[in-house]
C-alpha cells in the first residue's frame, strides 16, 4: 500500500482514515451492545460483520506498511489502538452470541424463528453443541435413569413440553435508547399500527428517549432499529 519511496502521500492517508470512520465502528458498538442486552438471540449481522474483518486486515496492513517504511511509532500505535479497538468489538459480539447457543442450543435448534437468525458458522456449532451435550449427558447421567426419564428435553416420557429446555426470558427488564420514532407501544407487548385507542397503558418513544421496561413490547422495535439497547 505504501508508495514507491516508501512514504504514504496525504491521498493514500486520507483514503485510509475515510474507510475506517466510525461509521461501522459504531455499528459493531451498538450490535455488541444490542446482543449483550437483549435476553434472546438477535438476527447475525452478516454484512457488517464481513465489512469488519475487512476494515481489520486492511489496518492490520496499514499497520504493517507504517512499521515498515518508519513512520513515527506515536503515529503506529494510534492505529494499532485503532485496530485493537475493532478486533476487541468483533471478538466481543461473536463471543457474546456463542454464550447465548451455549445457554439456549436446544431451544435455538427447535425454534425456526432463532435458528433462522444463525450464521452457517453459527449453526454449525450450535448442532455439534447439542450433539456434545447428548452424548456426555447420555453416558454420565441418562444411562443410569430409569427409562422414563432418558430425555434431554423432557423430565419425563409423560411431559407434554420439552421443559427441560431453557428459555430465554423476554419479560427481562431492558435500557432502550430510541433512534427513530416508534409506533404506539403497550405495556402488554400487543402493538397498535395507527393512533392511540382509550387504553392508558400505552407509550411512544421519540429519538433520544431513554426507557426501562420489559424487554417483550420491544422486540420488534429493536430488530427494525427503531431503538437500541444500552
Known amino acids: 500500500m505504501a508508495s514507491s519511496g516508501g512514504e504514504w502521500s496525504a491521498e493514500q492517508i486520507d483514503d485510509y482514515e475515510a474507510l475506517i470512520s466510525t461509521t461501522d465502528v459504531e455499528l459493531l458498538k451498538k450490535a455488541w451492545r444490542n446482543e449483550k442486552a437483549s435476553p434472546e438471540i438477535l438476527p447475525f449481522e452478516e454484512a457488517l460483520v464481513k465489512r469488519a474483518k475487512e476494515q481489520i ?14 513512520h513515527d511509532p506515536l503515529i503506529v500505535s494510534l492505529y494499532q489502538m485503532d485496530l485493537d479497538r475493532v478486533q476487541f468489538l468483533l471478538r466481543s459480539y461473536l463471543r457474546v452470541r456463542l454464550q447465548k447457543i451455549e445457554k439456549f442450543m436446544f431451544y435455538i435448534w427447535k425454534t425456526d ?4 437468525r444463525l450464521s452457517i458458522e453459527e449453526e454449525k456449532f450450535t448442532e455439534r453443541c447439542i450433539r456434545d451435550m447428548g452424548k456426555h449427558l447420555e453416558e454420565t447421567v441418562l444411562s443410569k435413569m430409569p427409562d422414563n426419564y432418558q430425555s434431554v428435553l423432557k423430565q419425563s416420557v409423560i411431559s407434554e413440553e ?26 402488554d407487548g ?13 407509550f411512544q418513544m421519540v429519538p ?6 420489559r424487554y417483550r413490547p420491544f422486540q420488534e422495535e429493536l430488530t427494525s432499529g427503531n431503538i437500541s439497547l444500552v
Do not use: W
Open 57 to 70: 486486515q486492511l489496518m492490520e496492513e496499514t499497520v504493517d506498511d507504517f512499521e515498515e517504511s518508519g
Open 162 to 187: 420439552d421443559d427441560m429446555v431453557p428459555e430465554p426470558q423476554l419479560d427481562t427488564f431492558v435500557v432502550a435508547k430510541c433512534e427513530r420514532t416508534t409506533r404506539p407501544l403497550y405495556l
Open 190 to 202: 400487543s402493538r397498535q399500527s395507527a393512533g392511540f385507542d382509550s387504553r392508558d397503558d400505552h
Open 113 to 116: 424463528t432463532y435458528r433462522n
Open 208 to 213: 433520544g428517549d431513554l426507557c426501562i421496561l
